[in-house]
Every structure is written in structure tokens, then in C-alpha cells.
């Protein structure tokens, strides 16, 4: 194999990784978004449930114990 020849390939190769490594840090990216609009969306609802059960829990009269 000549050196042209192989230097050829390796340019090649150079391209292709180039390529790859720029879609899979789009991928990256927008999963990225995705796990952020992800975490938003829990830290409201975990809100809203904890709003819900405080509205939903019996309120315990303060009573002195029998014995006082």
C-alpha cells in the first residue's frame, strides 16, 4: 500500500469520525432538552402532589392528655 493510498484512507476515516462525532453530539444535545423540560415537569408535579396531600390530611386537634 502506497503512502498516497494510505494517507487517502486515513483522511477518509478522519471525515467520517468528524461526522459521527457531530451527530452524536446533537443526540447529546437534544437529549439534553429532553432531560431538562423532563425535570421541570417532575419538580411541578412533585409540588402539586405535596400541595395535595397537605390538603388532604386530617387536622389533629391539640388536646391535653386525660391524665393532666
Known amino acids: 500500500m502506497s503512502h498516497e ?5 486515513l483522511e477518509i ?3 467520517e ?6 451527530d ?5 444535545a ?3 432538552k429532553v432531560i ?8 411541578a408535579l412533585t409540588t402539586r402532589f405535596l400541595e ?3 390538603q388532604t390530611q386530617p387536622d389533629i ?4 392528655p386525660p391524665h393532666w
Open 36 to 43: 431538562d423540560h423532563l425535570r421541570t415537569k417532575l419538580n
Open 52 to 54: 395535595l396531600e397537605e
Open 61 to 64: 386537634p391539640v388536646t391535653r
Open 5 to 9: 493510498t494510505r494517507l487517502t484512507e
Open 17 to 22: 469520525q468528524d461526522k459521527i462525532i457531530e
Open 24 to 28: 452524536l453530539s446533537g443526540e447529546i
Open 13 to 15: 476515516r478522519i471525515t
Open 30 to 32: 437534544e437529549q439534553w
